[in-house]
C-alpha cells in the first residue's frame, strides 16, 4: 500500500510503499535545484523518513531528466536578505543547512539509495554522494560545477568525494569542474550501477524494497563498521566489528535466518 506524506511543498513529493520512502525533488524546470522551498522541506523528509519505524530504506530521487541541479545560480546576485547578513551569520546559516541535510542523510543507520535520472551537480552531487548506492540512467551525468562560479564547494563534497575516489580525482573533479558521463562515474566509484533510461525507477524501488525488507539492526551495523573503518586502525576495527557482531546475533532476524537457511527457504526478517 502506497502512503503519500506532505512535505510542505508541491516542490518536494514523499511516498511510502513497502516500507520504502520515496523523496522526489520536483522542480523540473530548474532541474530540480535547491530553493527556499524544496530545501528545508528535504531536510524535514530525511529527518521524519530516518525516525519513522515503518521506513526501512530511503530512495532519493528527481523529476524529470535531472536529480538535482545545485544551487540555483540565478538567485545567488539577485540581492536577497542573505547578502543583508554579517559573514559570522552566514556561515553559521550554512554549517547548521549542511549538518541538517547532507551530515543528516550520511548518519541514518537504514539504507539511503539516489536514483539518478539525470545531471547531479554542486550540492546536488554532494546529495547523492552521500547516500549509500547510487544507481543512473545512461544518460545521467555528474558535475562538481564549484569552479565555474567562484565557489569551493560545500554540503560535504570534499570530504565524501576524497573517501570515493582519492584526493587525486577529487582535485581532477574539483578543479576543472568537468561534466562526467554515467559510465566513467561508475569507473570512478562515484555511481554503483548504470541502467537503461526506462528502467530506473523499478530498478532502484527493487535494491530499496530489498534493503528495506532485510535486518535492519544487522544493516544499521554493517554501516556503523564501514563509518568506523574510515578513520580507525585495523585493531580498532576489529574490536569494532567484534561487539557488532556479538549483538547482531542476539536478534531474531538473525535466528529467523539460520532457521531459513536450515529450512532452504528465504528468510523473512521483522527488523527485530
Same mark, same amino acid.
Given at each position: ?9 508541491? #516542490?518536494?513529493?514523499?511516498?511510502? %510503499? ?12 530548474? =532541474? ?18 530516518? #525516525?519513522?519505524?515503518?521506513?526501512? !530504506?530511503?530512495?532519493? +530521487? ?36 549542511? =549538518?541538517?541535510? +547532507? ?11 539516489? !536514483? ?16 549509500? *548506492? =547510487? ?15 567562484? @565557489?569551493? &564547494? ?5 570530504? @565524501? ?8 580525482? !577529487?582535485? #581532477?573533479?574539483?578543479?576543472?569542474? %568537468?561534466? *562526467?558521463?554515467?559510465?566513467?562515474? %561508475? !569507473? ?9 533510461? &526506462? ?33 580507525? +586502525? ?10 557488532? @557482531? ?25 527488523? =527485530?
Amino acid at each position: 500500500m502506497r502512503k503519500s506524506v506532505d512535505t510542505g511543498t508541491t #516542490e518536494l513529493l514523499c511516498e511510502i %510503499e513497502d516500507k520504502v520512502a520515496v523523496i522526489t525533488l520536483n522542480r523540473p524546470d530548474a =532541474r530540480n535545484a535547491l530553493s527556499d522551498k524544496l530545501t528545508p522541506a528535504l531536510r524535514r523528509m530525511i529527518k521524519q523518513c530516518g #525516525e519513522d519505524a515503518d521506513v526501512g !530504506a530511503l530512495l532519493i +530521487t528527481g523529476t524529470g531528466r535531472a536529480f538535482c541541479a545545485g544551487g540555483d545560480v540565478k538567485g545567488m546576485g539577485d540581492g536577497s536578505n542573505k547578502a543583508q547578513l554579517t559573514f559570522d551569520e552566514r556561515l553559521a546559516d550554512l554549517r547548521t543547512k549542511q =549538518r541538517t541535510l +547532507t551530515g543528516t542523510l550520511t548518519a541514518l543507520r537504514k539504507p539511503t539509495i539516489a !536514483a539518478l535520472p539525470g545531471v547531479a551537480a554542486g550540492a546536488g552531487m554532494s546529495i547523492a554522494l552521500a547516500c549509500d *548506492i =547510487r544507481i543512473a540512467t545512461a544518460s545521467a551525468s555528474m558535475v562538481t560545477g564549484y569552479a565555474r562560479i567562484g @565557489l569551493t &564547494g560545500d554540503y560535504g563534497i570534499s570530504w @565524501l568525494l576524497t573517501r570515493l575516489v582519492g584526493t587525486s580525482r !577529487a582535485r #581532477e573533479l574539483m578543479f576543472l569542474s %568537468e561534466r *562526467i558521463d554515467a559510465r566513467r562515474c %561508475e !569507473a570512478l566509484g562515484l555511481i554503483n550501477r548504470v541502467v537503461e533510461d &526506462g528502467e530506473l525507477q523499478d530498478v532502484a524501488f527493487s535494491l530499496a524494497k530489498q534493503l528495506a525488507n532485510g535486518p535492519a539492526f544487522s544493516l544499521a551495523c554493517i554501516k556503523d563498521n564501514l563509518d568506523h573503518a574510515m578513520t580507525a +586502525t585495523l585493531l580498532d576495527s576489529l574490536d569494532h566489528e567484534a561487539a557488532n @557482531l556479538v549483538s547482531a546475533s542476539q536478534t531474531a532476524d538473525h535466528k529467523e535466518a539460520v532457521r531459513a537457511f536450515i529450512e532452504k527457504r528465504p528468510p523473512i526478517f521483522s527488523g =527485530r
